[in-house]
């Protein structure tokens, strides 16, 4: 019964619990079973909030029972990455530094996905401070793939990856400043979406570079996607860079029609050296998509590389800016990696920083004159290559490590420079049996038609709905020393 | 492009205007790191206009979208 719960989609069991065929309870009890099952091997999870969990699902049972009017995610366990705060609750960024850190403020997606209806069952693993892309965690212990647990989950949302994937939870928040939604979407089998810059608000999350943050669902569905994203998108006065564009209802539009769609597939960049399978599952769902109707036309980009230079102008910046109190104040309470990359930002000249941020207009605008001039989305692998393992990704290991990690993030960093959305979605597996995925990229603010057509592949296709085995979330294959789970926060 | 500034300045701007430390070898990897950033930067720059200013990005994009 449980599995048949916990295989649900969101839409589905939000829709069962509405009808009364199913209770929260029933529904968060299995969740928190299934969490408490997974995490030794999996170790998505820093904090599970059981009784408090519970408790809101009886209430929102006595809700449906009296027939109060209920959001879009009533009664929905959702889990979310450490660092959207609560008022008064613990949220460590998956750092040492922020261990016992208590905000006085709670996040604005927070609040809305709260008054939608959702039930918070803990918080979930990150790299530190999201500065990673893999899921190692020297603090917390790295987070593994369920699919199997030698292998990286991604990152620097690597929980909320690998819980969605495992069904302990319907959907979770991510953050993403170079690939950190899309990187674990991907590697875990589920879908992600990070939204333009600005179409969902950052106020009171923890910051990483606030001219490339993003924040933004994983879920198993294209449609539970858009459900979460029409929740928490549109505008904040908390955040003032939260755009006030109008926020569609992106579930309802989606209506499967992609005939007569372009979808661009570049010639250059985005598939330098991509693996014969992930090249496989990329032709593949070109081809469900030209089965629906779309024309999928090849083109040349505008050439990345240049921008790498100009997002480490601003992240190094940015970040530096962030920690120089602890930089300066307990450098060893950072892992070497983060703070190593941080480090450069105290040295980067002002006006080199201000220039790289003024570029990035004028670049934006060129690229979308120039490719979606031509065609509506673009489609590229997220990752050239398969899922690599924990052990050939070690942070701050040898020269080939630096070239894997620069490998991982080569084709979704660029879009963040250019606050475009993009959504990840599920196209199968590589040779090794860990999951691939295709990214699609669209102008500004085009979430809606992103979705549609990842919505319309996943009515022809059900990678999906694939799960990985009890077994392979058990089998416990420890890269670096493991952490306990953080003791029951109390507020 | 700008010359690689040399692992001492390096050592010495970290130490005077940022109160941190770093050792030899690290102050040479940073340089070359300073070197890359700031030669993109200082390469885009000359191309931007004397009016821009960062708080144009949010309007780019709504610009951008689609009506």
Not at chain 1, 200 to 214: C, E, G, K, N
Not at chain 1, 216 to 241: K, N
Not at chain 1, 355 to 383: C, K, S, W, Y
Request: some cysteine.
């Amino acid at each position: 019964m449980n599995d048949d719960l916990l295989d649900m989609s969101l839409c589905e069991v939000a829709q069962a619990i509405r009808r009364k065929k199913i209770s929260s309870l029933e529904v968060t009890r299995a969740c928190l079973e299934r969490a408490k099952a997974v995490q030794p091997a999996v170790n998505c999870f820093i904090a599970l909030e059981e009784d408090e969990a519970l408790g809101a699902a009886r209430a929102a049972d006595r809700a449906v029972k009296r027939g109060a009017k209920l959001g879009p995610l009533h009664g929905v366990p959702l889990a979310h990455k450490d660092m959207f705060y609560r008022a008064g609750r613990i949220s460590t960024g998956g750092s040492k530094i922020l261990r016992d850190y208590r905000p006085s403020v709670t996040a604005t997606v927070v609040e809305r996905l709260a008054a939608a209806g959702a039930i918070w069952l803990g918080n979930l693993n990150m790299a530190e401070f999201a500065a990673n892309p893999t899921g190692h965690n020297e603090h917390w212990g790295d987070c593994c793939n369920p699919w199997h647990t030698a292998h990286i989950t991604g990152g620097s949302s690597s929980g909320s990856g690998a819980a969605v994937a495992a069904r302990t939870c319907y959907g979770a928040l991510g953050s993403d400043t170079g690939g950190s939604i899309r990187l674990p979407a991907a590697a875990n089998g589920v879908v992600g979406i990070k939204p333009t810059y600005g179409r969902v608000s950052r106020h009171a999350i923890l910051p990483r570079v606030w001219s490339l943050d993003t924040v933004g669902p994983l879920t198993r569905t294209v449609r539970d996607c858009a459900r979460i994203l029409s929740v928490i998108a549109g505008r904040d006065p908390f955040d003032p860079t939260a755009s006030a564009e109008p926020v569609p209802n992106y579930e309802r539009l989606l209506d499967r029609r992609i005939k007569g769609l372009k979808i661009g597939v570049p010639r250059n960049h985005y598939y330098d050296g991509v693996t014969p399978d992930v090249r496989r599952r990329m032709e593949d769902s070109l081809a469900v998509l030209r089965s629906l109707g779309a024309r999928v036309i090849e083109l040349d980009v505008p050439d990345p590389q240049h921008t790498y230079h100009l997002t480490n102008a601003i992240g190094q910046v940015e970040s530096a800016t962030i920690y120089a109190n602890w930089l300066r104040e307990r450098p060893e309470d950072f892992s070497l990696v983060v703070r190593t990359r941080t480090e450069a930002g105290m040295l980067v000249p002002a006006v080199s920083y201000l220039e790289a941020l003024n570029a990035r207009p004028r670049i934006t605008a060129e690229f979308v004159q120039q490719v979606f001039g031509a065609v509506d989305v673009l489609h590229t692998p997220v990752m050239v290559m398969p899922v690599p393992t924990r052990a050939e990704t070690i942070p701050g290991g040898s020269g080939g490590v630096m070239d894997m990690l620069a490998k991982i993030t080569r084709n979704t960093r660029p879009i963040n420079f250019l606050g475009l959305p993009s959504l990840a979605v599920p196209a199968g597996f590589a040779d090794n049996g860990l999951p691939v995925a295709f990214q699609l990229v669209g102008r500004p603010f085009a979430e809606d038609v992103l979705l549609r057509i990842g919505d319309a592949f996943q009515s022809e296709t059900d990678w999906h709905t694939h799960a990985p085995s009890m077994d392979s979330m058990s089998a416990r294959v420890p890269a670096t020393e493991r952490v306990s789970t953080r003791e029951k926060q109390t507020a | 492009m700008p010359k690689i500034i040399d692992a001492q300045a390096i050592r010495r701007i970290a130490s005077d205007l940022r109160d941190f430390q770093v050792t030899e070898a690290r102050a040479a990897q940073l340089a070359a790191e300073i070197a890359r950033v700031n030669g993109a930067a200082r390469a885009e720059g000359a191309k931007n206009d004397f009016n821009d200013e960062p708080s144009r990005y949010a309007v780019t994009l709504a610009a951008l979208a689609k009506r």
